[in-house]
């Protein structure tokens, strides 16, 4: 079965603060693609990255990087020196080859970060 | 700025209303998508279309009708809706293929549905 688990549902933290988005999955595929996605309160999802199962290079992109596992079956996210405007819900999606496109989401965690 | 538009943003009908909501891209994609987000679940893919063919249904009730007369435009007619079906419906859509492995989906602001 595929599937995301995020278990953190809600996170609070203050501003600077660093702070990291779990994300774990589950398929039996050998290619695959991993996404985040951010959703503001606005309600669109914005794009953040896309990374293939055969690349485990960590990425960083200003104050955002994150950390691919294959052996943990892990893709988390990381904040760096955290801002308001990174309060949002943020989706973890995995997506197999294949498949006409489907993403399969994950709950989401709702971040909030307070001045 | 992700160039998928859609509305209304907002819509209020009844369960016997008769409304639709759109869905333009302008990016040049190739692929477009429904999905429904209710509170406290995840996103739900409802239908795929690629160069204009549904190639996807995902056992949708037939209450949920969709068009797309060009690779630009996608429409999701709605009829005779039960308040279950009050949502955020998010439309998307790519440059590739759905289904090609460099597939990027970009999505649009949504539109909250709310049936009374």
């Known amino acids: 079965a595929q599937k995301v688990t995020q278990a953190q549902t809600e996170i609070s933290v203050v501003e600077k603060e660093d702070v990291t988005l779990d994300c774990v999955y589950e398929t039996r595929d050998t290619t695959y693609y991993l996404f985040w996605y951010k959703q503001p309160p606005s309600g669109e999802l914005v794009f953040l990255i896309r990374?293939?199962?055969?690349?485990?290079q960590n990425e960083i992109s200003g104050r955002y990087s994150w950390n691919f596992q294959k052996s943990t079956s892990s893709f988390n996210f990381t904040i760096t020196a955290s801002q308001v405007v990174d309060s949002a819900v943020y989706f973890c999606?995995?997506?197999?080859?294949?498949?006409?496109?489907?993403?399969?989401f994950g709950q989401g965690t709702e971040l909030s970060v307070k001045p | 700025e992700t160039g998928v538009t859609q509305t209304p943003r907002h819509l209020v009908m009844g369960m016997t209303n008769k409304k639709s909501l759109k869905c333009e891209q302008h990016l040049g994609h190739n692929a477009m998508y429904w999905y429904k987000q209710s509170a406290k679940k995840p996103l739900e893919l409802m239908f795929v279309y690629n160069f204009k063919e549904q190639t996807e249904n995902n056992s949708v009730p037939s209450r949920f009708s969709p068009e797309c007369p060009n690779s630009s435009h996608l429409f999701l007619h709605l009829h005779t809706l039960q308040p279950e079906d009050s949502a955020l419906y998010l439309c998307?859509?790519?440059?590739?293929?759905?289904?090609?492995?460099?597939?990027?989906?970009?999505f649009g602001p949504g539109t909250r549905l709310t049936v009374l």
């Open positions: 998307a859509s790519s440059l590739q293929l759905a289904g090609a492995l460099t597939d990027t989906q970009y």
């Open positions: 990374r293939n199962s055969f690349d485990e």
């Open positions: 999606a995995l997506r197999r080859n294949n498949q006409g496109g489907k993403l399969i």
